[in-house]
């Protein structure tokens, strides 16, 4: 028999018990359909990351004071000052450094007439739209000016904005912060944030202002940080490492570090891709190996209807034995079953996967307009392959088993 020939018997084998087939596959189609799912949901994840990273600002540096290591911080208090800010920000110090931009945020009640907002106020220097890439949608941001003069001028996120005045122009309107009027110059366009708080509920305010005004230091305070975080910007993605090791030692020329270990923590763009990359990742292969499970129990079924198939055609066995079938003839009928039926199972599993992916977008489509889960051509890859060798691990026992009866034996089987 042709191998043409045993592939259309085992489709007819396997039509004459549809109901059968369709149960035996669904443990295939359950883990080749959430393969698929879970790494198109996982790329897309990934992506709408990447980007909610680049839109925060090319070639970024975060730097904050303290490192994750209490103990570390208890031997080097964590400093971070204005002065540290303006070093940085000299090119002769730090060439590789483009700009620079320091943040003081806190939480702050912001009242406008009747209208009140629970949010954040960030104090933050005049370059903080060109470095952070923010576009000011009325108005105007605030200039060095106003940090020199410590003015009281606002510029509000959108969602600030829009609580508080609804569709009317803020500008020229005067809001209280902790008690402190301060007059509205400009609203920051809509960024929105899928990841953590969103800049949108963010008060802008010039970050002298923040630290005299507003939240000035506790005389007590033992350590000096007057910002919470530093923004900086690297001339080019190739001088990303040249500008940290700069900035370490800017930093830790003026906190006086020789022996000791840093005081403070440098993070790039590149670093928070590759942890929530790490981190998916895991997440992933987790799951992974939960549809793994899928495939196994799907795999058990495929051997358990096959060894059910070799009883009820013992027979039939038996009499293409009789007739000249060698015991290669009906191991190859009996594989090629199961690799059918596996290989349906996958192909089945495939459509599942295209179609909880589209699910997955319209649910990702609700935190991130755009985001889109991708079935990619390698997953499609993956889950054949994976579906003809479960076919052919699981189907090759009955296989044998068939191969093995006695020809007068399976004649005389009722």
Do not use: C
């Not at 009140?116 to 952070?132: E, I, L, Q």
């Not at 008690?179 to 802008?204: C, H, K, Q, Y």
């Not at 690799?339 to 495939?350: D, E």
């Amino acid at each position: 028999m042709s191998l043409l020939e045993t592939i259309r018997v085992a489709f007819g084998s396997l039509a004459a018990n549809k109901l059968r087939s369709i149960l035996t596959m669904l443990g295939i189609i359950i883990g080749v359909g959430a393969v698929i799912t879970l790494l198109a949901l996982g790329g897309a994840i990934q992506t709408l990351v990447r980007g909610e990273l680049q839109g925060l600002g090319s070639n970024l540096i975060f730097l904050f004071a303290g490192t994750n290591d209490p103990e570390q911080n208890r031997r080097v208090p964590p400093r971070l000052t204005n002065d540290d800010v303006a070093a940085l920000a000299d090119p002769l110090r730090a060439p590789a450094v483009a700009a620079v931009t320091a943040q003081l945020t806190r939480g702050a009640l912001i009242v406008a007439g009747g209208a009140s907002f629970d949010g954040r106020v960030a104090g933050v220097t005049a370059n903080y739209p060109r470095v952070r890439n923010a576009a000011v949608a009325r108005g105007s941001f605030f200039g060095e000016d106003a940090l020199t003069t410590r003015s009281r001028v606002v510029v509000l996120g959108d969602a600030v904005a829009r609580t508080l005045f609804a569709d009317a122009d803020p500008v020229g309107q005067r809001v209280r912060i902790n008690d402190v009027i301060f007059e509205v110059i400009g609203t920051m366009a809509a960024r929105g944030g899928n990841f953590g708080p969103s800049d949108d509920a963010l008060a802008f305010v010039p970050i002298t202002t923040a630290q005299t005004r507003l939240f000035p230091p506790p005389p007590d305070q033992p350590v000096r940080v007057d910002v919470s975080v530093v923004y900086l910007q690297a001339v080019s993605d190739d001088r990303i490492d040249q500008a940290i090791d700069q900035i370490t030692a800017v930093l830790r020329e003026r906190n006086n570090l020789t022996y000791q270990d840093n005081n403070f923590s440098l993070v790039t763009q590149q670093d928070l891709v590759a942890s929530f990359g790490t981190i998916t990742g895991a997440l992933t292969a987790f799951l992974g190996a939960i549809a793994a499970i899928s495939l196994l129990v799907g795999g058990i079924g495929i051997m358990n209807i096959m060894l059910v198939s070799v009883t009820e055609r013992t027979r039939e066995i038996g009499l293409r034995k009789a007739v000249g079938a060698r015991r290669r003839d009906i191991q190859v009928q009996f594989l090629v079953e199961a690799v059918v039926l596996s290989l349906g199972g996958g192909m089945l599993g495939i459509g599942l996967g295209f179609a909880l992916s589209a699910v997955g977008t319209l649910a990702l489509s609700a935190f991130a307009a755009g985001a889109r889960a991708q079935v990619q051509l390698e997953a499609v890859l993956l889950a054949t392959i994976t579906s003809v060798l479960v076919g052919l691990v699981f189907g090759i026992y009955p296989a044998v088993r068939a191969s093995r009866l006695a020809p007068i034996a399976a004649l005389r089987h009722e």
